[in-house]
């Protein structure tokens, strides 16, 4: 028994370490670009933070992508580093607040960086300082959660609900029902839609902080890509290309196709998988918030 966990006890310490010299290695490379940025563009001291936050399932990589053309524009830089997340993904643990902040401080005047944050006092005063340039994108709830159930059964085999999507629940209704009212025998660790999307609610409320929906990504691209320069700009990202220039570049950088949770990205396909069952589920435990993010005018739908 001893050996056994001893042999326990050396694997962990292995990957701790094995998990240590990846990150050490992102950050060199990180370095590295930021060399060539500044030999392109001239010091990344002048640029702010730019930083995609989103909800889950929400065209997260798609703005990325955006923020991410920024690079060949002006003193910007893709940072390279892992997601900053408010939930462990294989666990599904909140994560401490202090090692959040720790993450979000490791980002450097110019870097583009990206995760899925609550909006907590503590992350909203450190993302709207000076010297920040937030972006907060989300997408109609109600294709969030069939996206939900094709990543968490199909995709993410390291998510933390893989297993039990794919092999204790049976059918795709199923999963979509759990999708939509969570799971409460977990105890609050997985909620229904509506309590997942509320803690990220007070993004909305901050004039410093661009608000983008993923379907205008699909339907008005050129005009939410001038909002997202004119955000750059507005923080503080020094840009010298013509308007028309710049738009081209960035629309250039979007390729859905690249992001490794990409599947579809299609406007309201819910309505293909929603039955009435699922429309009752969803307008129960939602209350306003299709109303609130400016999906429907009221729960007639």
Not at 224 to 250: K, N, S, W
Not at 263 to 278: A, I, L, N, Y
Not at 280 to 290: A, D, H, P, Q, V
Request: aromatic share 10%.
């Amino acid at each position: 028994m001893n050996k056994l966990r001893y042999s326990v006890s050396r694997v962990a310490n292995l990957i701790h370490l094995s998990s240590k010299a990846k990150f050490a290695i992102k950050l060199a490379r990180r370095q590295v670009r930021r060399a060539a940025a500044t030999l392109k563009h001239g010091f990344l001291a002048s640029a702010p933070v730019f930083f995609a936050n989103s909800f889950p399932k929400s065209g997260t990589h798609l703005l990325i992508q955006a923020l991410q053309g920024l690079a060949q524009l002006g003193p910007a830089v893709d940072s390279g580093l892992p997601a900053v997340v408010t939930f462990d993904g294989p666990t599904g643990q909140p994560r401490p607040l202090d090692t959040i902040l720790r993450d979000l401080r490791r980002f450097q005047p110019g870097d583009v960086g990206y995760g899925h944050l609550h909006a907590l006092p503590e992350i909203v005063s450190l993302l709207t300082q000076d010297g920040m340039a937030p972006f907060f994108i989300y997408r109609d709830p109600r294709d969030v959660v069939v996206s939900h159930v094709y990543y968490v059964t199909e995709m993410e085999p390291n998510h933390v609900h893989h297993y039990y999507y794919r092999d204790e629940l049976t059918s795709f209704d199923e999963r979509l029902r759990v999708s939509i009212l969570g799971r409460p025998e977990l105890g609050g660790l997985f909620p229904d839609i509506r309590r997942r999307f509320e803690p990220y609610l007070g993004w909305l409320e901050r004039p410093e902080v661009l608000i983008l929906q993923f379907e205008d990504f699909i339907t008005q691209q050129e005009q939410t890509l001038l909002r997202v320069l004119d955000h750059a700009r507005g923080r503080g990202f020094p840009i010298t290309l013509e308007e028309q220039e710049a738009l081209r570049v960035l629309k250039s950088a979007i390729d859905p196709m690249k992001s490794p949770t990409y599947r579809m990205g299609q406007v309201g396909k819910w309505r293909e998988s929603f039955t009435e069952e699922h429309k009752s589920w969803f307008k129960e435990i939602s209350g306003n918030l299709l109303v609130r993010l400016g999906y429907e005018q009221s729960d007639d739908w």
